[in-house]
C-alpha cells in the first residue's frame, strides 16, 4: 500500500505538461522545442504508470503501454533532428520563426 | 510523513525545478542538462510507482540517449549562444491560455481516487514484463522493431547530403 494519493502524481505530470508545452510554443530554437515535446510525452508516461498502480484492476498493462510510448518517442527525437539538420543545410538557420517556406 | 512521502516530494521538486529552469535559462545546452535533472526524477518517480522496469528504461533512453542526441543537434547547428525570448506579448497570452488549462484539468483531477487495490506490482516486475511483451503484446512489439528500423533508415536518409542532386544541379 502508498500513502502518496493518486492526484499527486496527476497533478505532477499536469505541471510537466504545461512547462513542456510553454516551451513547445514559446522558444525559438527548434532542439529546445523538440526537447520540450520530450517533457510532455514524459508527462504522460507518469499518467500511464501510476494509473497502472492506483486504477480499479492494477496490472502491468500501463506500464507496457509505457514502454512503447518511450520506443516512438526515440524514434520521433530521430527523425526529428534529421529533418532539422537537413533544413538547417538548406536554410542554415534552426530559428522556428524563419522555417515558414510553407507559408509564402 | 512516511519516507516514501518524503522521496516523492524530493523528486517532484527536481524534476519541476528542472522545467522551470529550462524555461528560464538562456544557454541552449544549459536548458538541456537542466533537463537531465527532470528525466532522472522522473525515473525516481517511477521507483516509487513500482514500475522498476520503466525507470531503468527511462535512465537509459532519455537521459542517455535522446539528451545526447540533441546535444549533437545543438553542437551540429550554429545557433545564438543567448537565446532571443519570443515577443512579450505572445508570451503573456500563451501563459495565459495555459494557465486556464492547467485550473480546469487541475479542477478535474484533485478529487481523482479510484480506491487503493492491494497490487505487488513490484513483485519480479521485469520477468512479468517480459512475459506479458512475448506472450499478449507480441505483435505490437515486433511492429515497434519495424518502426525503429523504419526510423533509423529514415533519418539516415533525410540527413544524408545529397551529393547527387548538387552534382546534377552543376
Redesign the interface.
Known amino acids: 500500500?502508498?500513502?502518496?494519493?493518486?492526484?499527486?502524481?496527476?497533478?505532477?505530470a499536469?505541471?510537466?505538461f504545461?512547462?513542456?508545452?510553454?516551451?513547445a510554443?514559446?522558444?525559438?530554437?527548434a532542439?529546445?522545442v523538440?526537447?520540450?515535446i520530450?517533457?510532455m510525452l514524459?508527462a504522460v508516461?507518469?499518467n500511464l504508470?501510476?494509473f497502472?498502480?492506483?486504477?480499479?484492476?492494477?496490472?502491468?498493462?500501463g506500464?507496457?503501454f509505457?514502454?512503447?510510448t518511450?520506443?516512438?518517442?526515440?524514434?520521433?527525437?530521430?527523425?526529428g533532428?534529421?529533418?532539422?539538420?537537413?533544413l538547417?543545410?538548406n536554410r542554415?538557420t534552426?530559428n522556428v520563426d524563419e522555417m515558414d517556406s510553407m507559408k509564402r | 510523513m512516511t519516507g516514501e512521502m518524503i522521496a516523492f516530494f524530493f523528486l517532484a521538486l527536481t524534476a519541476i525545478a528542472g522545467g522551470v529552469l529550462l524555461i528560464n535559462l538562456s544557454n541552449v545546452v544549459h536548458m538541456v542538462v537542466a533537463l537531465i535533472f527532470t528525466f532522472i526524477a522522473i525515473a525516481g518517480i517511477y521507483i516509487t510507482l513500482s514500475a522498476e522496469f520503466v525507470a531503468v528504461v527511462q535512465v537509459l533512453i532519455y537521459s542517455g540517449a535522446i539528451t545526447i542526441i540533441m546535444l549533437f543537434g545543438i553542437m551540429l547547428t550554429r545557433h545564438q549562444e543567448k537565446e532571443k525570448r519570443a515577443p512579450r506579448l505572445k508570451v503573456i497570452l500563451t501563459g495565459l491560455a495555459i494557465g486556464l488549462f492547467f485550473l480546469i484539468m487541475y479542477g478535474k483531477i484533485k478529487d481523482l481516487d479510484f480506491g487503493q487495490q492491494n497490487a505487488e506490482l513490484h513483485i519480479d516486475n521485469t520477468k512479468k514484463i517480459g512475459i506479458e511483451l512475448y506472450s499478449h503484446y507480441v505483435i505490437p512489439f515486433e511492429l515497434t522493431s519495424v518502426l525503429l528500423l523504419v526510423a533509423l533508415i529514415g533519418s539516415i536518409i533525410l540527413a544524408k547530403r545529397d551529393d547527387d542532386e548538387k552534382e546534377a544541379k552543376k
Open positions: 500500500m502508498s500513502s502518496i494519493p493518486l492526484a499527486a502524481y496527476l497533478l505532477l499536469l505541471i510537466l504545461c512547462i513542456g508545452l510553454f516551451g510554443l514559446t522558444k525559438r530554437n532542439v529546445i523538440l526537447i520540450s520530450e517533457l514524459n508516461n507518469i504508470v501510476a497502472a498502480k492506483y486504477s480499479i484492476n492494477p496490472g502491468l498493462t506500464q507496457i509505457s514502454l512503447f518511450i520506443t516512438v518517442a526515440a524514434a520521433e527525437a530521430a527523425v533532428l534529421a529533418i532539422l539538420i537537413a538547417y543545410r542554415q534552426v
